[in-house]
């Protein structure tokens, strides 16, 4: 089945250090997408890249950076890790256009030590 | 700027009983789509329903459908026949028509956690 995949499902890093979250869809759709979902609370979209034009939203910290090396794969870095940047984050994707849904992977939960 | 606003943060409904969700929206724009997402727990989130702004009729997947009062910026989700797996977070979600290109803009109400007992 087509489907989009994020890896680890669950990621552990401490204060401070580097750390990359990956997603990978089988589904070929052009955006990509990237949310944080914090606890109890609807995703917040951070950033997309329609193809390899990126978007950032306005509020979206310097902190938080992404790659997209091809359609398939694309990684949300966060170079220097808070405790408030614990979260879920959820990768997905869409055929081009407004009406064409979103297609979630599982999220991957991050812990900050 | 535009926002989604879901007035329950909890819900609960008896098995084969009806529940409705409430979602209320606000936005200048004319032309847009609304959408209902379910994320069970710990389950990805899965597109439940979608309603195009532009069609006065009510958008209908198998037991689930929407009160759509495009006037009164009003999307509710009926949830027919409840099942104990329609258990999940329900999130309301709203989508500019973007003549510009961009192709985000994925806005979310804070969710109703739905609860189905046997």
């Known amino acids: 089945d087509a489907m989009v995949i994020q890896n680890p499902r669950y990621q552990v890093t401490q204060f401070g250090k580097p750390v990359t979250l990956s997603c990978s869809q089988t589904?070929?759709?052009?955006?990509m997408y990237w949310y944080q979902q914090k606890s109890s609370q609807a995703p917040k979209l951070l950033f997309h890249?329609?193809?390899?034009?990126?978007?950032n939203e306005a509020d979206t910290p310097d902190n938080f950076q992404s790659r997209r090396p091809n359609t398939s794969f694309c990684f949300l870095d966060i170079r220097s890790p808070g405790l408030g940047d614990a979260a879920m984050y959820l990768c997905a994707t869409s055929a081009p256009g407004p009406a064409g849904p979103q297609h979630f992977g599982d999220g991957t939960r991050l812990s900050i030590l | 700027a535009q926002t989604v606003t879901q007035s329950q943060p909890e819900m609960s409904v008896q098995e084969a009983e009806t529940v409705t969700l409430s979602c209320t929206y606000d936005?200048?724009?004319?032309?847009?789509?609304l959408f209902w997402y379910k994320q069970p727990p710990s389950r990805q989130m899965i597109l439940v329903i979608r309603?195009?702004?532009?069609?006065?009729q009510n958008a209908t997947e198998n037991r689930f459908s929407v009160n759509f009062q495009k006037a009164a910026k009003s999307f509710s989700l009926k949830i027919s026949d409840s099942q104990l797996g329609d258990a999940a977070m329900y999130f309301c979600?709203?989508?500019?028509?973007?003549?510009?290109?961009?192709?985000?803009?994925?806005?979310f109400g804070k969710g109703t956690k739905l609860s189905v007992k046997p």
């Open positions: 890249y329609y193809d390899k034009d990126f978007n």
């Open positions: 309603q195009e702004a532009y069609k006065q």
């Open positions: 979600a709203y989508r500019p028509w973007d003549y510009g290109g961009s192709q985000g803009n994925l806005i």
């Open positions: 936005t200048s724009e004319s032309d847009y789509y």
């Open positions: 589904l070929n759709h052009n955006v």
